[in-house]
């Protein structure tokens, strides 16, 4: 496994711009598809987005499409997501996940960050 934190996290207004990282600790961080889900208050936890570990392929949650972008930084063993044009829907707890296989399922993922809040007011 592989330990995982995040920051970058705020309060924001709507139509305001953050950018979240994900700092992954290991030398083997290519070998890891990367992944951001949120967890809203009352809800359950859903899949964001998700990067390959060269970063060649990537998948969207339908809702952030055109609006958030996953990328990495091998060199820096680093994921991020810039989330543009925030709604106060995105408002959740963001969390980085590590795992074997990118794809939308919690399962897909053996390592979990703690997460960082993410508010966005209307």
């Known amino acids: 496994q592989v330990q995982l934190v995040e920051s970058g996290g705020g309060l924001v207004q709507a139509g305001d711009s953050l950018r979240l990282s994900c700092a992954a600790s290991?030398?083997?961080?290519?070998?890891?598809?990367m992944a951001w889900f949120r967890q809203a208050t009352g809800k359950e936890r859903e899949f964001v987005a998700t990067i390959s570990g060269l970063g060649f392929s990537t998948y969207y949650l339908e809702s952030v499409k055109g609006r958030f972008t996953i990328s990495r930084d091998n060199a820096k063993n680093t994921v991020y997501l810039q989330m543009n044009r925030l709604k106060p829907e995105d408002t959740a707890v963001y969390y980085c996940?590590?795992?074997?296989?990118?794809?939308?399922?919690?399962?897909?993922?053996?390592?979990w960050g703690t997460g960082t809040q993410v508010t966005v007011s209307s």
């Open positions: 996940a590590a795992g074997a296989v990118n794809g939308p399922s919690e399962a897909m993922y053996n390592s």
């Open positions: 290991g030398r083997t961080f290519t070998s890891y598809a």
